[in-house]
């Protein structure tokens, strides 16, 4: 990349990649700074001009004092994953149907029949 420090340098740079990638669903921006003008730039033309997902994230949170960060390399990924249509995690219930409708009607019959009794008293 030729300007790591002005917008342009970015779009220039999705634009070599575009081109050499053609059946492209996200791009990966490292950024050099948090520049809000260079992140605005880089999502408004990855959605508008291509169509695809992008995920931007700062080189300085990328590393740790060990090399990668893995709780910062985990955030990125489970946040790509959702980008493209997964789901970060499935949870199975592992109650039937039934007994969720029994404790709903119990909890239900319970807090009305407290709220009846505290309205007698009034």
């Not at 030729?2 to 999705?14: F, L, M, Q, T």
């Not at 700074?33 to 408004?44: C, E, F, G, H, L």
């Not at 039934?98 to 407290?114: D, Y």
């Amino acid at each position: 990349m030729s300007d790591c420090g002005n917008p342009r340098g970015y779009v220039e740079a999705i634009n070599q990649g575009m081109a050499r990638v053609k059946d492209c669903q996200l791009f990966f921006v490292i950024l050099s700074t948090p520049a809000s003008d260079i992140y605005n730039a880089v999502k408004q033309h990855c959605n508008m001009d291509f169509g695809i997902q992008s995920q931007c994230f700062l080189a300085k949170q990328c590393m740790g004092h060990r090399g990668l960060n893995p709780s910062v390399m985990t955030k990125v990924v489970i946040q790509i994953n959702a980008k493209l249509g997964g789901a970060p995690w499935i949870v199975e219930n592992p109650f039937p149907k039934k007994v969720w409708q029994s404790t709903i009607v119990s909890l239900t019959s319970s807090i009305l029949r407290k709220s009846l009794e505290s309205r007698k008293r009034e």
